[in-house]
């Protein structure tokens, strides 16, 4: 059983795959990982994330940048949107999803394009979404929380950009496949959100 979970930034995706993955005890792969790796690594080479040529030498990152603790900050996560505008950079890591979402027994895949590119045929196809407003403030507590003095006006900014350039891309735009279900965590908790997950993808199964 395939389960793709797409949807923007913040919207609770990676804590919800996660959840679905223990539940069927799936395999889970988080691919917005490999972006930010690619995009970190860009960083380490000297190189502008901007750069297609810079961007796709960048994806021979060593498997032991995915352990780095930086991918997972913001300013990973804003290179990673940088190097996915291009193609070459895309299909670089296609095959890498696309195996992982084909391994025997079936996986869990979050990211962007899971349910219309990287597995159309999955079995559940979740759209997970949440008002900008809604994100903005579940990453400045979580950056809060880090001890991190940042505003919430600049992480509403910083987010709408990163929805931006997802949204607006010409390959593999952020986008909700035809039959996937969306579920909006706006005015959820983390566990609502993955209870109600949990519900529809077991509904659809
Ligand atoms: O899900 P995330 O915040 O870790 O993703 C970081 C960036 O990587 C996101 O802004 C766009 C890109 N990405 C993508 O283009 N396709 C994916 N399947 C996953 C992530």
Do not use: W
Not at 74 to 80: I, K, S, T
Not at 94 to 103: D, I, K, M, P, V
Not at 115 to 132: C, H, N, Q, R, W
Not at 189 to 200: G, N, P
């Amino acid at each position: 059983m395939i389960i793709a979970v797409d949807g923007p930034t913040a919207s609770g995706k990676g804590t919800i795959a996660k959840a679905l993955a223990a539940h069927f005890r799936l395999p889970h792969l988080d691919t917005g990982l490999l972006y930010r790796a690619v995009g970190r690594q860009c960083q380490l080479d000297g190189g502008d994330p901007n750069d297609p040529v810079a961007a796709l030498a960048a994806c021979s990152f060593p498997e032991s940048l995915l352990a780095d603790p930086e991918l997972r900050s913001e300013e990973a996560g804003g290179l990673a949107s940088q190097v996915s505008v291009h193609p070459t950079v895309r299909r670089a890591l296609y095959e890498r999803q696309r195996s992982f979402a084909l391994q025997p027994g079936g996986a869990v895949l979050d990211g962007r394009d899971i349910g219309t590119v990287i597995a159309p045929e999955a079995d559940i196809k979740l759209f997970v979404t949440a008002s900008v407003e809604a994100r903005a403030l579940r990453r400045f507590l979580e950056m809060q929380a880090h001890g991190r003095a940042v505003s919430l006006k600049d992480v509403a900014t910083d987010l709408a950009a990163r929805d931006d350039r997802d949204l607006s891309r010409k390959e593999a735009p952020l986008a909700v496949a035809e039959d996937a279900i969306v579920l909006d965590t706006s005015e959820l908790d983390r566990d609502e959100a993955i209870a109600a997950a949990i519900a529809v993808a077991g509904k659809r199964r």
